[in-house]
């Protein structure tokens, strides 16, 4: 199960990383319609299937390139479904031998909600709010099924206990660092969501200013915005995309200086210990994704670097989640033997 979930966990970053390429091709309508395409079960390409699809649409003609990222990403999406159900359905038939059932429950029926916002950003055409739940909604089942990961397999050695006690006193900004790189992550799904990355063309000004003065923030976070009739290519005015692209860099300013001086904080407590490799790992990670949002600027959202942008988000909260995790000291409870009985000091609540 430990196995299954790690691979359900590694095969949602490629789905996360799949959407990010549908969406930067401008193939999020690449098929008006859901599940399928057009009405089929793949993207129409005979001359035959593209009439009749043509026929059912005839306001959104068939566009063969962009109907197979969209569709591409359908099937990935769909497979991860299926592996989330199958361990569910283990969890359930194997709940007497130990094993968690309620968070791969939870996580099954997260990943259908998901798939009913996968289905919304379709027939609201990209409806900024819920591209950016989806968005969001994939970031979550990833964070899910990494725990339910590290709760089958982290097994670690208990810390020295005056280690353990200061470790305690930087739980809380652990915490904290965790709910800036959520919302820094949300930030990130709202500028996608708009097409604000390329309100800023220039570094480390905006327009050549450093604080442009015609931002208008009430119309770029307006959460009020009505549906329709399409958000393809984005609504908002010039002074609101910019107002969302300034608070991201903002955002990503405040996540670096933060984490910084957490993550120097934690390195005086954790060295020659195994947690040590986590706070390396999790510092690789901030530098890579900042470089990585600098070269979108710089190089004007390449294809291969937005998508990476999005994937090292991934890869930041998942560190973050996985340092919290070690230092709580959390391991799994091992699955009783017959004739056996064990004890865990740590046991893991969903």
């Not at 989806?134 to 280690?163: A, C, D, I, Y």
């Not at 208008?216 to 010039?238: K, V």
Request: proline share 6%.
């Amino acid at each position: 199960m430990a196995r299954w979930a790690l691979a359900a966990s590694i095969f949602t970053v490629v789905v996360v990383m799949l959407g990010a390429w549908t969406r930067l091709v401008d193939a999020g309508l690449g098929c008006p319609d859901w599940p399928g395409c057009y009405g089929f079960l793949t993207v129409p390409q005979s001359e035959s299937s593209i009439a009749v699809a043509n026929a059912r649409f005839p306001e959104t003609p068939v566009d063969v390139a962009k109907g197979w990222p969209e569709m591409i990403h359908r099937y990935a999406a769909g497979t991860l479904g299926l592996l989330v159900f199958g361990l569910a359905g283990y969890a359930v038939r194997h709940r007497r031998e130990g094993v968690p059932v309620k968070l791969p429950l939870f996580i099954a029926g997260f990943v259908v909600l998901q798939a009913l916002f996968g289905m919304w950003t379709v027939t609201l055409q990209l409806w900024p709010k819920v591209v950016a739940l989806h968005l969001l909604g994939g970031f979550t089942t990833l964070s899910l099924l990494t725990l339910l990961t590290l709760r089958l397999r982290g097994r670690h050695k208990p810390l020295p206990v005056e280690r353990e006690n200061a470790l305690g006193r930087l739980r809380p900004w652990l915490y904290g660092g965790l709910a800036l790189v959520i919302l820094q992550i949300a930030l990130g799904a709202w500028t996608a969501a708009n097409y604000a990355a390329v309100a800023c063309p220039d570094l480390p000004t905006c327009q050549g200013q450093w604080w442009p003065e015609d931002m208008d923030f009430q119309h770029g976070f307006d959460l009020l915005q009505t549906i329709g009739p399409n958000y393809l290519g984005g609504q908002l005015t010039a002074d609101g995309r910019v107002a969302i692209h300034v608070t991201h860099r903002v955002g990503a300013m405040v996540v670096l200086v933060y984490w910084a001086a957490l993550l120097l904080a934690l390195w005086r407590q954790v060295r020659q210990t195994p947690i040590q490799s986590m706070v390396l790992l999790t510092a690789a990670a901030l530098v890579v994704q900042i470089g990585l949002g600098l070269a979108n600027v710089a190089f004007h959202i390449p294809l291969s670097v937005a998508v990476a942008h999005n994937a090292m988000g991934a890869g930041l909260l998942l560190t973050v989640i996985h340092m919290l995790w070690r230092v709580h000291g959390y391991a799994r409870q091992p699955v009783k033997e017959p004739g056996k009985t064990t004890t865990n000091h740590h046991e893991v609540t969903a």
